[in-house]
Structures are given as C-alpha cells and as structure tokens.
C-alpha cells in the first residue's frame, strides 16, 4: 500500500531515507549485548535523550560506568530524521507556555535559552561539525487570521525578552519570494542544525568518555534484584543501581507512560541541490528556518547544499499506537507535501524531490515532556518531547539525572517539571478522540475560529494552541 513502486509519479524516483543519511554512516557500529554485565547507570534509547543523558552523567562522574541500550541503531528514529529547527522554547512555543505555566515562563524561557548556548558551546568544544547556524526562524501567515494571530504574539514575545519582529506582506515576501505568505513573525533566537551530524558527533563524545553503547539490543523488561536494577535483553542483561527511560515514541517499559504518550508520524520530502539561479529566485538571503503559522503547519529549511526539506503538516496516529518501519512511508502525505510545495513555489516546479522519509514523534497531551520515577526512584523517564525535542532532550536528560539523585534543582523545581499531562484515553476511543481533534485542528485552520472541542481541551489544559 506505502511501498515506493505504488508511486506513478514525481516521488517515484526519491530515496525513501532521510536526506540527512547521505555520505554518512548509518546502522550499528557496536555489538548487541550477550551475557551479564554490570553498570552504574543504564540508559534505554540512543537518541538524543539517552546519549545527552549518557555525556552528562559522565560529565558529572568520570569514570562512571554507562551503557546504553539501543534497539536499532544510533539515530535511526527520530534523532536521526528530523527538521533540526533548534528551539530555545521548553513550553513548545510562548503562547502555549503562557497558558500553561504563566508564573514560570521568564524562568523557562531562561533556562531554555542558556539550554542552547551551552549546546553550541558542546559541539565547539567537541569540534562537532553539525551546521549548526543561529540564523532564527520566521513563521509565515497564510490567511487573514493567521496575520492577526501573529500580529497579537508580537506583545508577549517581546514581554518575554524574545527579539521579533511583525513583517508586513511586502517586507514578507521581500525575504521570500512567494505570494502564498501575507505576513511573518521574525524570530530570532534559535537556529538549525544537521540532526544526523549531531547524532554522530554526540555518540563519538559518549563513546570517548567511556559509555559503552550496544546497538541491536532491545530491552525487553526491568526488574528489582536485590537494591538493583535488572535491564533484560534477548541475550544479556544489566546490573545496575540506576536507570533511565528516554524511548521517546515506542511503546514504553514502564507501562503507565502509555497513558500519555501518543506515537505520531510526521512525514518529510527533499529536493535536489538547488541552482543559485534557483536560490536566487527565491530570496530567502538569511537562510533561516520557515514554518507556517496553522495547526497543520509545513516546516521546511536549506541544507548544506541547498536542498530543502520539506515537512509536517499531516501527523497521523494509527490505531493501537502502532510504531513499525513501514508507517515511515505514506504515499498520500507525502504527495500531499509535493503538492503544497509546489503551490508555494511555482519557480521550483523543475526541481525534483530526492529523498522521502517520516519519523515518529512522541506526542503528550501538554505538548511537553512527562518527566517522574519508579522502582523506589532508581529509574526516571524523560519522554513526550511532541515534536520539539532537538534542543530541549539535553533538558530532559539533565532533569531525568536530577531525579536519579533525589536532589532539588533549578529544573526539578518547576511545574513545568513535577506536574503532569492529561491521560490520553484508552483504545477504542483514542483513535476516533485523536481524529476528532484533528478534523477541529484543521476546521480552524480554514476557518481561524476555535470551535467547542478544542475549547473545552484547553480548559483542561490539553494544548493544541500552538
Ligand atoms: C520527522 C520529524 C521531524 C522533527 N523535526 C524536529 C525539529 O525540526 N526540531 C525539533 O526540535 N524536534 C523535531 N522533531 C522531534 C525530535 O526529533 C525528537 O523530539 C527527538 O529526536 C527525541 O529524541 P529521543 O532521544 O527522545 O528519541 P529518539 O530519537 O526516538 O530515540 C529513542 C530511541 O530509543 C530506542 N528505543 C525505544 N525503545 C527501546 C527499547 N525498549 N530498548 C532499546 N531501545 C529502545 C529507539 O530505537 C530510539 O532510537 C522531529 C521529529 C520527527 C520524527
């Protein structure tokens, strides 16, 4: 049904792998784990989460011992598949952190900002070429409604020590060269990266500060053995006093994390290498990151080499939180992409699209991370990043490793932290519930009113305002 050979047309030819794996190296590089060894920590989930966890916790110990447990490879989800927008924000946006957690936002907004700087300083140190680029990001109105709504964020940006700036229909397409955007909202914190090549470089680091990573393993379940942790594999298990989750999308071994964790595939196109004449008849001089302002919105960037990538809008939930390789291909989403594309810039209409991927992408009903214990506080979970989690994983880690100590902190302190998202419901319902609040999300798209549904969730503080 999704395979490629179904596809008669301009996706037919495109690679059906991220455009960030080329001339890279994909796949294991480690053993899986066969028979029993012992650890100080063990961490589930070779992403970001579990490797900032891994440099972390050997930054504040060396010589500590650290394994991490991956399924697959290092960066074969999302870590390894993502737009790499660099997002200071740890409330999934201002407006949404307004509403949520309006006390803690300045704290917040803080904490996120120096997140990133101390990302940046990370990869210099480590000599991390990752194109990594603190160019911002613009977010661009398509409808009269979405103007305004931009136009309105403008004051609490600003009260929030954020640089933006309200552009215009003509200053808007003066910077991109297109007449689907009636306005933009400059922002200029934030950037963009090469997601795989943070990957590969955070794991170098890992690896030379001694975390022992075993690939092709997955952890199957976790039991108490004496003061211990026990982490059971299909050929080994570890020992250790500690344990942290960070299995973002996948169905979780702790089973009360399923209530609210909402696996959803995104899906993603890329072009070519464009031409500079290409380039050129776009604009796009800052070469910043781009979103549109919807509930369904596109995100799309430059690479190195000036390709674009191109993705979001759909987010698809299969019935019984089905998380496979073959969801990663879905021919109608991705030839909704090249439509959309197409309509948005009809001087690109030569360029081919060469690489068509998805990824899944842990979905919270609060659209941040659940952090919290178990087994008597020797394991912390850090998951439900919703989309947003190239930057905030290395918060998420640091609070799951706070946790483990019992210690307060700047981090654990927060609301933001220690409270928790609304359950999503239980199968049957929760298919026909998420594609209820996906039919009103796109109702309001078109319409730019709120209708009943969703404004009752946000009375709940279930957030799909951003
Ligand atoms: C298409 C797409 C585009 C995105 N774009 C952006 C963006 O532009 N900006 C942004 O900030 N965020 C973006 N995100 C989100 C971001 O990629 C994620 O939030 C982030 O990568 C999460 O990192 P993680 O380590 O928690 O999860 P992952 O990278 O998914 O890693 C979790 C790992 O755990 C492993 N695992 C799970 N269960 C087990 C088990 N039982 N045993 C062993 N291993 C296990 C998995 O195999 C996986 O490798 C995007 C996501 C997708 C899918």
């Known amino acids: 049904m999704t395979s490629s050979h179904h596809l008669q047309d301009e996706l037919r030819d495109a690679q059906p792998r991220p455009v960030w794996w080329e001339g890279v190296h994909t796949g294991p590089q480690t053993e899986p ?86 990302i940046a300083e990370f990869l210099q140190r480590n000599n991390i070429d990752a194109d990594l680029r603190m160019v911002g990001k613009t977010t661009l109105a398509r409808t009269p409604h979405e103007v305004e709504a931009l136009r309105n964020a403008v004051a609490s940006y600003l009260r929030h020590g954020e640089d933006v700036e309200f552009l215009d229909r003509d200053q808007v397409r003066a910077d991109i ?39 092709g393993t997955a952890a199957t379940g976790i039991t108490r053995t004496g003061g211990n942790l026990t982490v059971r594999s299909a050929h080994g298990e570890v020992d250790a006093s500690h344990v942290v989750l960070a299995s973002n999308a996948y169905r979780p071994l702790l089973r009360r994390l399923g209530n609210w964790i909402l696996p959803v595939y995104d899906y993603v196109l890329a072009t070519a290498p464009l031409t500079a004449d290409q380039v050129a008849s776009i604009g796009w001089t800052q070469n910043q990151g781009l979103t549109d302002a919807g509930n369904q919105f596109h995100y799309f960037r430059r690479t190195r080499d000036d390709r674009i990538v191109w993705g979001g809008y759909d987010a698809i939930y299969h019935y019984g939180n089905a998380v496979a390789p073959e969801l990663e291909l879905r021919d109608r989403s991705h030839r909704l992409l090249a439509q959309h594309f197409r309509e948005t810039f009809p001087q690109l209409a030569e360029v081919p699209f060469t690489h068509r991927w998805g990824g899944v992408i842990d979905t919270t009903s609060r659209f941040t991370p659940i952090f919290g214990t178990a087994f008597g506080g ?88 951003s």
Do not use: C
Not at 194 to 203: C, E, F, I, Q, T
């Open 378 to 465: 020797r394991l912390a979970y850090a998951v439900g990043f919703t989309g947003l989690g190239v930057a905030s994983t290395r918060f998420g880690a640091r609070v799951a490793l706070d946790l483990l100590t019992g210690r307060e902190t700047e981090r654990t302190r927060l609301k933001a932290v220690t409270g928790t998202a609304v359950p999503f419901p239980p199968e049957p319902l929760r298919w026909p519930a998420v594609e209820l609040t996906r039919a009103a999300l796109a109702r309001e798209d078109e319409t730019g009113r709120r209708g009943i549904l969703l404004r009752t969730l946000d009375r709940f503080g279930v957030g799909f305002n």
């Open 33 to 118: 784990l066969r028979g029993r060894v012992s650890a100080d920590l063990v961490i589930v989930g070779g992403g970001y989460t579990g490797l900032w966890a891994a440099i972390e916790a050997l930054t504040e110990h060396p010589g500590r011992r650290v394994v991490i447990l991956e399924q697959s490879w290092v960066g074969a989800a999302a870590s390894g598949r993502n737009g790499g927008f660099v997002s200071e924000s740890l409330t999934h946006g201002i407006a949404h952190g307004e509403a949520m957690w309006p006390d803690e936002l300045t704290e917040l907004q803080r904490l996120g900002r120096e997140n990133v700087a101390q």
């Open 177 to 215: 060269h297109t007449s689907a955007f009636l306005a933009g909202l400059r922002i200029r914190g934030g950037g963009l990266v090469d997601p795989m090549a943070l990957v590969l470089g955070m794991r170098r680091v890992a690896e030379e500060m001694g975390a022992r990573i075993f690939e």
